[in-house]
């Protein structure tokens, strides 16, 4: 590829739609969220710049939950009496002091958005498929289809770190198979942990083969080092070549890490970035990495000292949800992270406290591939899925809708059993929380419709928020210390205000399924469940999913204040933003 080939998907055409596309969202997220106000303007609405003389004006329709579905093409800026071409950085630094964005933040945001919008230019250059289409695709098309990332975070593409080269390599939406580097280190300073069941010799070898096994161990031999001292880990390729060739470089010169190349098999980066898909065997474990990237408000490092709990926690979820015949019959399943590895760089964690990215430089994770658990004629698809929409307008749930042959109102009944009841039992039973967003869950689909769900990414993301709740010894780390009144926000925000906000209004927009319906039917399934569970009816009014309102909790605020450590994972609570309340559109349904 030549230099200019590498920045070729940055043309002013496709740069203006960027802008457009991204100060549209822009607009209805900080609305959203109170940093702006927008004021009627007719029939339309103004924001002003800090300054007032800066005016961006648009039309918009107001939805539930405070929900802004603002026209992109609508969208105007105006100066001194003159129209103005939009321009996203111009944006963000003409609203800074409404947005909160100090002098340290600001010129890192501005290049987590210029990432974001070149990230837009590159998916504006591939081909284009209707959802239709992709409703019918794999579940790789699918993954590597989507040209969203989160819907409330503004910057949700920053990944600061890579280069171009880098980025058409290692995103997700350029679809580029990836061989996994893989280092040996040394048992003295690394650590292996696994599931019930697993051994560490048997386990590498059925990832990698024996073949690959036997040219590592040889590689160790060729250099008089004794394979039995020496555990593998799988690294991604940047964190290979920009990170641990220098930062480590104590530990490889000592031999402590040997580098043995690269593995066989073909990998393909998934929605979260850090996590790849087998593509040559798609039954074999997908892998998380460690990647010292800033991406949407963490640097996506993994800690080696979290890792050690990690396959404990996830049998014990496991084990618990075979026990509890509501989340069997939802057919609710989590894929485990069955194996850990992480590698400690003593020197490095004597200088810093456990928040360091120096800290999670080196660590990896297996998880299970959802594909060998499918029934014959039964597909896979990210939840996340369900907010695109096409280059025409069309959703993504629109075209299963139409697939499945079944009503709306069926289709989305059917889709709640499946997500969001496992949510609400394990709230109400067990003070169990997820993070149970689009990138976080698995939907398993045939012809269409939503037979069951599967939820990912659970040690570094389940708490569970009864101070009282017995736990075995190696699972205490997902206890979590939450205030009551903030409690049910694991569903209010994560739940209603981060996703079913969106697919309502998707629905609504396409003709598909009315705002009424759509939250009718999340209060009829929400009584449902309630009714089948009368155990826990004391829970129900503690906890009460019909309040007339919540408080709004808000995301891009939390970036906008710290864009490199948003929220300790240890305690999630203390960094909420809650500004004000949200109307329940549950209430008195």
């Not at 039964?378 to 695109?388: D, F, G, P, R």
């Not at 096409?390 to 629109?398: K, N, T």
């Amino acid at each position: 590829m030549s230099l200019a080939d590498a920045v070729a998907h940055l043309s002013p055409e496709r740069w203006e739609t960027a802008n457009r596309l991204l100060i549209r969202k822009a607009l209805a997220e900080f609305a959203h969220e109170r940093l702006i106000t927008p004021e009627p303007d007719g029939e339309a609405y103004t924001v002003r710049s800090d300054d007032g003389l800066t005016r961006y004006r648009f039309t918009a329709t107001r939805r539930a939950l405070d929900h802004w579905q603002v026209a992109a093409d609508s969208i105007t800026r105006h100066r001194d009496g003159a129209e103005l071409p939009l321009a996203a950085l111009d944006f963000f630094v003409e609203l800074r002091q409404a947005l909160g964005l100090g002098d340290e933040i600001l010129p890192v945001y501005l290049e987590e958005i210029s990432s974001t919008l070149s990230g837009t230019c590159f998916k504006l250059t591939k081909p284009r498929v209707t959802s239709a289409e992709l409703a019918r695709s794999g579940f790789q098309e699918i993954e590597t289809g989507m040209t969203e990332g989160h819907p409330c975070f503004v910057a949700n593409n920053g990944r600061l770190g890579f280069g171009i080269h880098e980025y058409l390599s290692y995103a997700p939406e350029t679809a580029s198979p990836v061989r996994l580097v893989w280092l040996a280190a040394h048992r003295s300073r690394a650590a292996f942990t696994a599931g019930v069941g697993i051994d560490y010799e048997s386990f590498v070898r059925q990832e990698l083969g024996a073949k690959t096994v036997e040219r590592f161990d040889s590689i160790l031999r060729d250099r008089g080092l004794d394979p039995a001292d020496y555990l593998l880990i799988p690294v991604h390729p940047w964190q290979w070549w920009n990170k641990l060739t220098v930062t480590f470089a104590a530990e490889v010169a000592r031999q402590h890490l040997v580098c043995l190349g690269e593995g066989y098999d073909e990998y393909l980066a998934q929605q979260s970035i850090r996590t790849f898909f087998n593509r040559s065997h798609p039954g074999k474990h997908y892998v998380k990495t460690a990647l010292s990237v800033l991406n949407m408000g963490f640097m996506r490092g993994l800690s080696a000292a979290y890792m050690e709990a990690t396959p404990a926690i996830n049998d014990w979820l496991a084990q618990l949800i075979e026990g509890d015949p509501v989340l069997k019959s939802t057919g609710l399943a989590i894929i485990r992270e069955r194996a850990a590895v992480g590698y400690r760089h003593l020197e490095y964690e004597a200088a810093t406290d456990r928040y360091s990215p120096y800290r999670k430089m080196l660590a990896a994770l297996w998880r299970e591939s959802p594909v060998p658990s499918l029934e014959d004629g039964e597909s896979l698809a990210t939840m996340a899925s369900l907010l695109h929409v096409d280059h025409e307008g069309a959703s993504f749930a629109g075209a299963l809708i139409e697939r499945s042959g079944l009503t709306p109102v069926e289709w989305l009944r059917g889709y709640l059993r499946a997500y969001y009841v496992p949510l609400l039992h394990s709230f109400y039973a067990y003070d169990l929380a997820f993070m149970p967003h689009g990138e976080n869950t698995i939907l398993v689909l045939r012809d269409g419709t939503v037979r069951r769900a599967i939820y990912k990414d659970i040690a570094e993301e389940i708490a569970v928020m009864d101070p009282d709740a017995v736990l075995p010894p190696e699972v205490q780390r997902i206890r979590v210390e939450v205030p009551e009144d903030t409690k049910l926000l694991s569903v209010f925000t994560d739940v209603f205000d981060c996703f079913f906000r969106f697919l309502a209004a998707n629905l609504a927009t396409e003709g598909i399924l009315t705002e009424d319906d759509f939250w009718r039917t999340v209060a009829e399934v929400t009584r449902a469940y309630q009714r089948s569970a009368p155990e826990l009816a004391d829970k129900f009014r503690q906890y009460d999913m019909f309040a007339p309102e919540f408080a709004l909790s808000c995301l891009n605020r939390l970036q906008l204040r710290d864009n490199r450590q948003m929220v300790d994972l240890a305690d999630p609570s203390g960094a909420l933003q809650l500004v004000g309340t949200l109307k329940n559109p549950i209430a008195g349904l």
